[in-house]
């Protein structure tokens, strides 16, 4: 059995998917394998996995399956005793593998954990929350979230580290979100089971983030965002608290759309309050 298994689903962003692999080939010290799922990418993905990446074990799908079945898909070729669920437009810093090895045989309790997180510039990208969205409004599941263990709800999906036995017991991810939202019902579901969520500042990706989504219309990217959050809502909250968050995002959607249209007209460039326009309006079609 190896030690990490690297799941990577990709769509559409070939050239950074490339990179990706030629920076996890260069890791040592570590025994890995590679697990490539392709969401029916339109730039050739296939041919140059078979070119140039033989030894990658790869999934072509006819159609985009979300993010959380293809991940699902990968887990029935993995052989390792850690999975490695990880977005193709990053790049692996030297000596990464070893420090996420080093920090989860050092920590049992941890099921599930995040990394250290990079733009290309150097600068820190969030990867870390300490709490589950809008859980203000539901006060009895504060109180359940504070007794489980560990300080930390939830990690970014775009580099995260667990134990095979952990995803097995939970089952995978839960594939009724399509895209956005998943690595937050998992970092939940881990810790409803026991576990605790846990930070390797050590590992070090650099993420691009969001170039899967780059030919995506604004608004489209919008609805993914807030219908999985929904999705997790709906899932993990009262009904009661549900309808609060909604009442809430649809208020303050009103108010914004207001105040927006009432301010356009001393803006010289409305670009980025037009985006801001379309987003709340977005809020009103979802929420």
Not at 102 to 108: E, L, T
Not at 269 to 278: C, G, I, V
Request: charged share 30%; hydrophobic share 40%; with cysteine.
């Amino acid at each position: 059995m190896k030690d990490i298994s690297v799941v990577i689903v990709n769509y559409n962003v070939k050239d950074f998917l490339s990179k990706c692999l030629n920076s996890i080939a260069v890791q040592s010290g570590i025994e890995f394998e590679i697990i490539v799922v392709d969401n029916a990418s339109q730039d050739n993905t296939g041919d140059m996995m078979d070119s140039e990446f033989p030894y990658v074990k790869f999934i072509q799908n006819g159609e985009n399956m979300g993010f959380g079945r293809a991940n699902n898909q990968a887990l029935r070729l993995c052989d390792s005793r850690y999975l490695y669920f990880l977005n193709p437009d990053t790049i692996v810093r030297p000596n990464a593998f070893r420090s996420i090895i080093k920090f989860m045989d050092s920590h049992p309790e941890i099921g599930l954990a995040g990394t250290r997180l990079i733009n290309p510039d150097g600068s820190s990208q969030p990867s870390v929350e300490n709490r589950y969205p809008s859980q203000r409004y539901a006060r009895k599941e504060q109180a359940a979230f504070k007794r489980m263990k560990g300080d930390i709800a939830w990690v970014s999906g775009a580099s995260m580290i667990a134990r095979q036995e952990v995803i097995e017991s939970v089952k995978g991810f839960d594939e009724d979100f399509f895209l956005y939202a998943e690595e937050t019902d998992l970092c939940l579901r881990i810790r409803k089971a026991g576990w605790a969520i846990g930070y390797i500042p050590e590992a070090v990706i650099v993420h691009w983030k969001g170039k899967s989504e780059q030919d995506t219309v604004q608004a489209e990217v919008w609805k993914k965002k807030f219908r999985g959050e929904l999705t997790f809502y709906k899932k993990h909250y009262p009904e009661k608290v549900v309808r609060k968050i909604r009442n809430a995002s649809r208020i303050k959607a009103y108010w914004r759309i207001f105040t927006l249209k009432m301010m356009m007209p001393f803006y010289k460039n409305n670009k980025e309050q037009l985006k801001k326009l379309e987003k709340y309006k977005t809020v009103l079609d979802i929420f």
